[in-house]
């Protein structure tokens, strides 16, 4: 038992009758400070800076733009990402230099900043019912995309509850990923190289990129899919996105500068 305090009561009150943005956003922001205060982050003034613009860039074509939206480095070298409710989003450095382009860093985001748009986590929480609400949605908010704080676990009556995105989430993220990229006049297929990547990892280096899937399922088959919505766009309008850029090289090399991520903490 460990981790991340839920305000429980403000989370029960909200459900009653659908969780408006307000609530949201302050169920984000008082999950973020708890994440923040334990996790490790990157401070670097540059790395953060370019981590924002290029979220910021993302996010500001979406249809929640109005969101104050905060994108963080975890200094872990395990590969993974996640979101939090009202624009909280989390990329671990693993995955951050499994990047080579600026595109594929750009995909990630996309598929985040995704989740949040469509209001997985929230939609989760307003579904469920009964007398172990709290503790469900604490699992929920705190495996958002993510099993290195899932590893955490939440047990009650000797159950341990994890939740996370279905695939149909997933899916839905995915495309998300694709028309949030070419929207911010970013190449999507990034979004393609990455999977390629970690799947590829996945055959060499399983333990690398475990949570990765554990939390974002499907494999080969999120390709395709992703190539489908790709090719949803008429040729001429993908022909001048950006995919890469000597900002996000300088962010790659700094990154790759640091002293290497702090062990995993005990949960
Ligand atoms: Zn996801």
């Not at 382009?101 to 469920?128: N, P, S």
Request: net charge neutral; proline share 4%; hydrophobic share 40%.
């Amino acid at each position: 038992m460990k981790r991340i305090f839920i305000p429980f009561a403000l989370i029960i009150g909200a459900t009653a009758c659908g969780i408006s943005t307000q609530q949201e956003v302050q169920m984000g922001q008082e999950e973020a400070a708890q994440i923040n205060q334990q996790l490790p982050l990157v401070r670097d003034a540059e790395i953060n800076r370019y981590i924002n613009l290029l979220g910021d860039q993302i996010a500001s074509r979406t249809s929640r733009a109005d969101l104050d939206w905060r994108f963080y480095v975890v200094d872990a070298a395990e590969v993974n990402a996640f979101a939090v409710p009202g624009g909280y989003v989390y990329v671990n450095r693993g995955l951050v230099e499994r990047t080579d382009r600026m595109d594929e860093l750009a995909g990630v985001l996309g598929h985040e900043i995704g989740h949040v748009v469509l209001r997985h986590t929230v939609k989760q929480m307003e579904k469920m019912q009964g007398a172990n609400i709290g503790v469900t949605l604490a699992c929920v908010l705190t495996n958002v995309c993510n099993s290195g704080l899932a590893q955490a676990g939440i047990n009650i009556a000797g159950t341990a509850v994890f939740a996370k995105f279905s695939r149909g989430d997933e899916a839905e993220a995915d495309a998300q990923a694709v028309k949030n990229t070419v929207a911010a006049g970013i190449d999507p297929h990034g979004v393609i190289t990455m999977f390629e990547k970690l799947i590829a990892e996945r055959k060499s280096r399983p333990d690398a990129v475990s949570a990765f899937f554990a939390t974002h399922p499907g494999e080969e088959d999120r390709i395709v899919a992703a190539q489908a919505e790709i090719n949803k766009y008429p040729a001429s309008s993908l022909r001048n996105l950006t995919t890469n850029t000597t900002n996000y090289n300088s962010f790659r090399a700094r990154i790759r500068s640091l002293p290497p991520s702090p062990p995993p903490r005990a949960q």
